[in-house]
């Protein structure tokens, strides 16, 4: 699969309580226009597992390439990855990360157990973008895109 690249982003939730539950995740992708669903999963053993099974909402921001701080600290134990991290709260109550490429606010629409993961199908409520360079996950590293010539 390190052959594959992919765009690297961060999910998160509120989760129905005072505190954010998020994580860095490269398994995202689209799945439907008609209506507009994205997929992305997350492993039985991750400790944001539960804040996902009971939301209904959440927030999916697809980094910069300048942002490569980021995902590495939302893909570690940290005692509160949000201190610090510029956001605002959107339309699913979750933090969209400020300086991403994009954002996506879903709805939870369905989970599949597959293997030793969930996957997580969400209906995209609202969605924006800005210009820029994203992250991108290839080989085991971060990498960006450039265009060819």
């Given at each position: 699969?390190?052959?594959?690249?992919?765009?690297?982003?961060?999910?998160?939730?509120?989760?129905?309580?005072?505190?954010?539950?998020?994580?860095?995740?490269?398994?995202?992708?689209?799945?439907?226009?008609?209506?507009p669903l994205v997929v992305w999963s997350l492993g039985y053993d991750a400790g944001t597992l539960a804040a996902?099974?009971?939301?209904?909402?959440?927030?999916?921001?697809?980094?910069?390439?300048?942002?490569?701080?980021?995902?590495?600290?939302?893909?570690?134990?940290?005692?509160?990855?949000?201190?610090?991290?510029?956001?605002?709260?959107?339309?699913?109550?979750?933090?969209?990360?400020?300086?991403?490429?994009?954002?996506?606010?879903?709805?939870?629409?369905?989970?599949?157990?597959?293997?030793?993961?969930?996957?997580?199908?969400?209906?995209?409520?609202?969605?924006?973008?800005?210009?820029?360079?994203?992250?991108?996950?290839?080989?085991?590293?971060?990498?960006?895109?450039?265009?060819?010539?």
């Open positions: 699969m390190s052959e594959f690249a992919t765009g690297v982003t961060i999910i998160a939730t509120g989760g129905g309580t005072a505190s954010f539950a998020g994580f860095t995740a490269n398994s995202f992708n689209s799945v439907s226009l008609a209506p996902f099974e009971r939301c209904e909402r959440y927030a999916i921001s697809v980094l910069a390439q300048d942002q490569v701080a980021l995902a590495r600290r939302f893909s570690r134990p940290h005692a509160d990855r949000f201190a610090g991290v510029p956001y605002t709260l959107g339309w699913a109550g979750a933090p969209l990360i400020a300086g991403a490429v994009a954002w996506f606010e879903c709805r939870h629409h369905s989970r599949q157990v597959a293997g030793d993961h969930v996957l997580f199908v969400g209906e995209v409520v609202r969605c924006r973008r800005r210009h820029g360079p994203g992250l991108v996950f290839h080989h085991g590293r971060f990498r960006t895109t450039s265009p060819l010539p």
